[in-house]
């Protein structure tokens, strides 16, 4: 039986209700960026209604995420200040910023290692591959072997591996992990 002292109670629930506002802020951010990504550009009240939340909790979620650099605003066209057919000022639209992040994927295959680079939006950048001389390695060779490849590749690219934000490996076979083997 956990015993909290006189006083601390208000504390300890004070610290469980901010927990709780900051994980429903960042479910409400992640489920904005989805829907700017799925959607290509789209306005903030057309993101009010695809999420349920209210427009300013749409337009302070989504000014978090221009400041961030994640996402743009799109000028709106001459097309689609008529298609609105509303007076006024017309909508304007947010897009993921592709050039935000640099992701890699990794797959190692039982000869080739191959690398993609994709931008924020998910486009690919750039494709490289490079041959897996031995098809038997041990962990600390083939991590290294993984590392010059993808160097290789973000050299390619033309910016250094510390550019990347993020990266994931893939292995293709089937893990034994007793043994530490990937057959």
């Known amino acids: 039986m956990l015993i909290i002292p006189a006083g601390e109670e208000t504390a300890v629930a ?3 209700r901010h927990r709780s506002l900051c994980d429903q802020r960042e479910m409400s951010r992640q489920t904005v960026l989805s829907v700017i990504r ?14 349920g939340l209210s427009p300013a909790t749409v337009t302070a979620i989504t000014s978090d995420l221009i400041r961030a650099g994640l996402v743009e605003e799109v ?6 200040a008529t298609v609105s057919g509303s007076r006024g000022r017309p909508r304007v639209s947010l897009q993921v910023r592709g050039v935000a ?7 190692v295959s039982a000869s080739t290692i191959s690398v993609v680079l994709v931008d924020f939006v998910g486009a690919t950048l750039l494709e490289h591959v490079a041959p897996l ?18 160097s290789g590749a973000a050299a390619r690219f033309g910016k250094p591996v510390e550019h990347l934000s993020g990266l994931g490996v ?14």
């Open 101 to 107: 992040h640099v992701v890699a994927g990794i797959k």
């Open 133 to 150: 001389p031995e098809p038997k390695m041990s962990p600390e060779a083939l991590v290294e072997r993984i590392v010059a490849t993808l």
């Open 170 to 183: 893939g292995l293709s076979g089937v893990v034994h992990v007793p043994d530490g083997l990937v057959h």
């Open 14 to 16: 004070q610290q469980d």
């Open 75 to 80: 000028a709106p066209s001459a097309e689609t």
């Open 38 to 51: 799925a959607a290509g550009h789209i306005a903030r009240i057309d993101i009010a209604k695809a999420t």
